[in-house]
């Protein structure tokens, strides 16, 4: 079941809305949570949220249970049990949940200002049974910020800032088993591996635009500019995590339409740029051609925001002849929308990502060759 839930208005007499059940929560456009849009499965979560609205002001509070460990037959082992004994919940250490406080007040700088505050907790490390199982150590993620978006003397604008703090020995302690897997002649770039390894990371993104309903086509300009912190070699010798986690976001939305970074946020190199950070410089442009279409074209400049070189280790490739390259590409999406009826929505859509050097060097599967996709989507 994607969503399968129910509201108890008031609750408890309390000037509180209760949502309880598998839900969608998306916080302020998705940046930091979204459901994914139409990537397989959207995303959801088993959560009790509580709302509360007066005035111009609304205020949530989340609780999300997002990983819930049970013991298996490796730790009946650890633990002396039979295997088809279970004996309460000797994993509780490996349990993930997330919290979160949202507030938005409307009616500032003509527009809305959200602050939050999330608390995402992956401990492990315990003493008692069924610690010698507890994988990596850990990785506690504290995130606090604010967005403000709105419209003032005619311009379309958002800026946003958040910063992140915590534990991070087991992010620390996966990235030092991974690479030594992949290349064993590399170094540990983390001194306490084990130990304490401190999350310093934030995120900044603003941007500006302008739409001119006046005229023929009603042309719309945007630029943009999003940077997600990264960690360098010098970073884990200081025993510092300094890569951005984007949390539960709708990187569709904000990193190209081609997907390249969805894994931009957990450190992977598959999918992001193996805990190097992003920076994404872009450049929007809309019109209307006639009624009921509209044109649109982005175009990113993608960057890391520690060159390869400084982090060896999560790139992949050796230290020796490798460049501090951080260019990893420019994309280009097109997509046309015609709006058929009230409830459909016909789109057209065509993509060119031109590969970097930086990321040739991180995704050493991916060759050099450019990509390009096209796709038609029918939305009812």
Sequence with gaps: LHQA?????????????????????ILDAHRLFGNTLWTMGAHSHDAIRLNHKHDNVTFSYGFIQQNEERATAS????????????LGDPNDTEDQTTQFLHANIAGVLGGKLSTMYIYKADGCGGTGPGSSVCRGGANDIHTIGFRQAGQIFGLDYRGEYYYQFGDAQGI?????????????????????????????????????GKQFKNVSMKP????????????????????????????????????????????????????????LGLQDAAIKAQISPVPGWTLKADYH????????????????????GTSNDSEIGQELDVT???????????????????????????????????????????HV
């Design 220 to 275: 719309k300009l945007t630029l943009w500019y999003d940077y997600l912190s990264g960690t360098s070699d010098e970073d884990g010798k200081n025993d510092e995590w300094k890569s951005f986690n984007t949390i539960y976001d709708t990187g569709h939305k904000f990193y190209g339409l081609q997907d390249v970074f969805l894994g931009v946020g957990n450190n992977s190199c598959a999918t992001g740029t193996c805990g």
């Design 301 to 320: 400049w993608f960057t890391t925001a520690e060159g390869v070189a400084g982090s060896p280790q999560r790139s992949l490739t050796a230290t020796s």
């Design 75 to 86: 730790t009946q082992t650890d633990l002396n049990l039979d295997n088809g004994t279970q």
């Design 336 to 378: 046309l929308v015609n709006k058929y009826n009230a409830n459909t929505k016909i789109m057209l859509g065509y993509s060119h990502f031109a590969q970097g050097n930086a990321l040739s060097a991180m995704r050493a599967t991916n060759g050099n060759d450019d990509a390009n996709w096209f796709y038609t989507q029918i």
């Design 5 to 25: 839930y129910f509201t108890l208005k008031n609750f408890a007499g309390l000037p509180f809305d209760m949502k309880a059940g598998r839900q969608e929560i």
């Design 172 to 208: 620390a302690a996966a990235e030092t088993d991974g690479d030594a897997a992949a290349n064993p002649n590399m170094t540990n770039g983390f001194n306490n591996v084990g130990g304490d390894v401190d999350r310093d990371a934030y995120m900044f993104g603003v941007r500006v």
